[in-house]
């Protein structure tokens, strides 16, 4: 907010010494740029909603699938532990949306890689993906990563604005994607 509020303290400064007409510009940060991009074909689920997809995913996969990358199965009644496990594929789950990946392409392209060992962890990771995207398709919500990568995929990212990047020192693959069409 202070770097916000001085850049247009000095674009301000500048147009009255040059006696420019001084129409501010809209600021955002890198987490909210993406989605100015492209039209949203339907809301984005809030963090919260993500968090309980992610836990009914976890809850009403087979066991056989949990075990798959976990050895720590939490009880019917931790919903704590549900919550954590849930926690850390969100994570997970963003990191690698952030440069273009699902957990099934890491179990692709990892089969492919010499002493590649944990194939069947990622397929059991992409089986619960699938379900808590599944979760927020019901409720007829998105998950704010896919959306950005079907934007990505469908060409449907773009400004009628004219853009100024400031500070970028580290966009991820799908920002820059983004950027790029």
Partial sequence: RLARRQLLRTLLELAGERSLEFRPPEIVTLGKFPEMLYAQQRPVASDL?????????????????????????????????????ARMLSRLHNELSADGFDFAMVAKKGGAVSGFTEQTRWHALAKVQQR???VLDDL??????????????????????????????????????????
């Fill in 49 to 85: 909603i993500q968090r309980l997809a992610w836990v009914q995913a976890l809850q009403t996969s087979s066991p056989e699938t949990l075990q798959g990358f976990t050895s720590q199965v939490p009880t019917e009644q931790d919903l704590t532990g549900w919550r954590r496990l």
């Fill in 132 to 134: 808590y995207l599944s």
């Fill in 140 to 181: 007829e919500v998105w998950d704010m990563q896919t959306a950005r990568q079907v934007a990505i995929q469908n060409g449907e990212c773009g400004s009628g604005r004219d853009v100024f990047l400031v500070g970028m020192a580290d966009m991820n693959q799908t920002q820059r994607k983004m950027l790029a069409q």
